[in-house]
């Protein structure tokens, strides 16, 4: 996407999506609509970031579970319809996948049913934006380990703060966080791809920003200000990291420029 024209159908859209969707901080009601909509998932679905775990989860794993007492529970925060969350309950004890989406949490259940990992997630509709929800899960699971696929990116700024602090909660004093974000530039990367949508974005990044969810990103300046020196140890981070998706209209998935950070509270300082 080049062109005036192309540009002003976009941003034409973005604002009938903010119409139509209302605030982009209705989480529960904007992600429980888009995944209403979801009929196929896994590598030749409909679902954006739903690739197989090798080309996910498997090289997160590379990076973050050195870093982990592999004795704590583990919550995929934000797990979608649990497809990383199965890959995870290979390797760990216990996985409790957690979603703002009621419609997303009853995929993942049914998607789990029947499988060897079935025994070891357990599903809960949980938001990290609302202030106690994460002090009540820690009270009932103890500290845990998070891994957070592409979920911090989309939470809107008056909301950060409250949901770091829910990270925190749940991390407790032995904790340990995985994040893997888009960058701020992921939108334009998708915007550069063929369009094959009505605002000229690929059909399945539409599938997701129509129903009012706004993709902000996490960058450098995120980091410093959400997590900052004084609260929290850096373990590892980088930045040439890209989320893969599944394969998009043209034909190919697209790598979306990301970044990773590997985290733990400073004791005393939650
Ligand atoms: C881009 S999807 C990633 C799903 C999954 N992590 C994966 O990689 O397959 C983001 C997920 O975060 C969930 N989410 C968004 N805001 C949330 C919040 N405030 N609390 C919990 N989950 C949230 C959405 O419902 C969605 O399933």
């Known amino acids: 996407m080049n062109t005036i024209t192309d540009a002003v159908k976009f941003y034409s859209h973005v604002l009938l999506f903010r119409f139509k969707g209302g605030s982009p901080r209705e989480y529960r009601r904007q992600w429980d609509s888009y995944w209403r909509t979801v009929n196929a998932t896994g590598p030749g679905g409909e679902v954006l970031w739903d690739n197989a775990p090798e080309r996910a989860s498997a090289e997160d794993m590379q990076r973050f579970a050195a870093h982990l007492d592999p004795g704590l529970p583990l919550v995929d925060l934000g797990c979608g319809n649990g497809r990383q969350s199965r890959f995870l309950a290979r390797h760990f004890q216990r996985v409790i996948g957690v979603d703002v989406a009621p419609a997303a949490i009853e995929l993942a259940q049914r998607e789990t049913r029947g499988t060897p990992e079935e025994g070891k997630i357990d599903y809960r509709v949980w938001n990290g934006a609302v202030a106690g929800e994460a ?83 996490f960058s450098k300046q995120d980091q410093e200000r959400y997590y900052p020196d004084d609260r929290w140890i850096v373990l590892d981070q980088g930045d040439a990291v890209a989320i893969e998706t599944v394969r998009l209209g043209h034909g190919a998935p697209a790598l979306v420029p990301a970044n990773f950070l590997v985290l733990r509270p400073r004791r005393g300082r939650r």
């Open 135 to 217: 002090e009540a899960l820690h009270a009932e699971i103890g500290d845990a380990n998070i891994y957070m696929r592409t979920v911090f990116h989309c939470v809107q700024a008056p909301d950060r703060p409250c949901f770091v602090a829910s990270l925190a909660a749940l991390l407790g004093d032995r904790g340990t966080l995985y994040q893997i974000e888009l960058n701020r530039s992921a939108l334009d990367t998708f915007r550069k791809l063929p369009g094959d949508s009505p605002s000229g974005l690929p059909e399945l990044v539409h599938k997701v920003v129509k129903n009012g969810i706004h993709p902000i990103g």
